[in-house]
């Protein structure tokens, strides 16, 4: 399969600047989930929305991915955080384990999954 029809538009990276994160609908691996997007000191990211602790949306409890230094990602249910760049779990009982990561491609100016396992879902 051509690497073009691999691409799923995911919005644009305007978009994802004027917001602190983005969660959309997919499905991955056959599966529905979640892909949360940000842009992280100038360079876009994004993650399947689940912590592997407890197996729950970052965003479950409030409405917010990161901490409040702005420097770490952080789950809203227990707290652990995760380097926004890795998706590396910076807590003690997950420590080391990543958030699954999903590549993205910007072409121009427009950000696409670059996933072969992932599909968009309304
Ligand atoms: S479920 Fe995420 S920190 Fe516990």
Redesign the pocket.
């Known amino acids: 399969m051509a690497i073009e029809q691999q691409l799923k538009h995911a919005c644009t990276y305007h978009e994802l600047q004027c917001v602190s994160y983005l969660s959309l609908p997919i499905r991955y691996k056959n599966q529905p989930s979640s892909a949360i997007l940000f842009v992280f000191e100038g360079q876009a990211y994004a993650y399947i929305n689940h ?1 592997m ?4 949306p ?1 965003n479950c409890e409030q409405d917010a991915i990161f901490d409040e230094t702005g420097k770490f990602l952080r ?1 809203s ?4 955080i995760f380097d926004p760049k890795t998706g590396e779990c910076q ?1 003690p009982v997950c420590f080391g384990q990543r958030l699954q990561a999903l590549r993205l491609q910007e072409i121009d100016g427009s950000l696409y999954f670059a996933e072969k396992h992932l599909s968009l879902t309304d």
Do not use: A, D, E, V
């Open positions: 912590c602790h407890m197996h729950r970052l789950c249910m227990h707290g652990f807590s």
